[in-house]
Each structure stands twice: as structure tokens, then as C-alpha cells.
């Protein structure tokens, strides 16, 4: 199994989950993370302290379209180890539904 990062993280990109991965396995987009599912041990210390709630194990149904997007990114992003800065914004984005349809970017972020 793997955790994965979900819907919510978009626009909201808080990144404290990148400072508790103890294996260093979350990549960033440019507008959300995603955590490289043949790299997480599946630990799950980074699923309760993001304050978006958007990372759960796959082992919840229905997520198979987040563990493609999870496989998919994590290979075409950059690695990401220390916090950044969070977008200023973020909380008027935290919890909109739709907001991969909405605004899901396919570009890289800097990573770190
Ligand atoms: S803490 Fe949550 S919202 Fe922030 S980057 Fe990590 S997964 Fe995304
Ligand atoms: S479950 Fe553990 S290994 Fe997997 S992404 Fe979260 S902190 Fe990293």
C-alpha cells in the first residue's frame, strides 16, 4: 500500500507533510504535492498533520484516479524535503470541491 496526496492539496500546498516523511517521498507539482507510492513506507506520520486533511492511505476506496496521478507526477516532478513558502490564498481554496477539474496544474513546481 501507499498513502497518497488528494483533491484538497491543490491551491492549498501547505507542505508540512514534506517535513515528516522520513523517506523524503513527496514531489512537487505547482500547485499541489504527490507522494511517490514505490517510495512511501507507508508510515503514515504525514497523513494527520496536514491541515488540509488531503492525504490517505489507498486502502480507502475509490482512490484509484489518485494513485495514478500519485504514480504519474512523482515522476515528472521535482523532489521536495524542506517546507517552502505556502501560497497566501490557500485557506479560501481549503475544502472547494471539484478543484482538480477546476485548477490542477500538470507543471512542476521548483522542489527542494
Ligand atoms: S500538508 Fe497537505 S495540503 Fe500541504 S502540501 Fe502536504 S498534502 Fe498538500
Ligand atoms: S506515509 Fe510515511 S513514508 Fe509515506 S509519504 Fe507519508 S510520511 Fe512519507
Do not use: R
Request: proline share 10%; aromatic share 10%.
Amino acid at each position: 500500500m501507499t498513502y497518497l496526496v488528494l483533491d484538497n492539496c491543490i491551491k492549498c500546498k501547505y507542505m508540512d507533510c514534506v517535513e515528516v516523511c522520513p523517506v523524503d517521498c513527496f514531489y512537487e507539482g505547482e500547485n499541489m504535492l504527490v507522494i511517490h507510492p514505490d517510495e512511501c513506507i507507508d508510515c503514515g506520520v504525514c497523513e494527520p498533520e496536514c491541515p488540509a486533511e488531503a492525504i490517505k492511505p489507498d486502502t480507502e476506496p475509490g482512490l484509484d484516479k489518485w494513485l495514478k496521478i500519485n504514480t504519474e507526477y512523482a515522476e515528472k516532478w521535482p523532489n521536495i524535503i524542506a517546507k517552502g513558502t505556502p501560497p497566501e490564498d490557500g485557506e479560501k481554496f481549503d475544502g472547494e470541491e471539484g478543484k482538480f477539474e477546476k485548477y490542477f496544474s500538470p507543471e512542476p513546481g521548483e522542489g527542494s
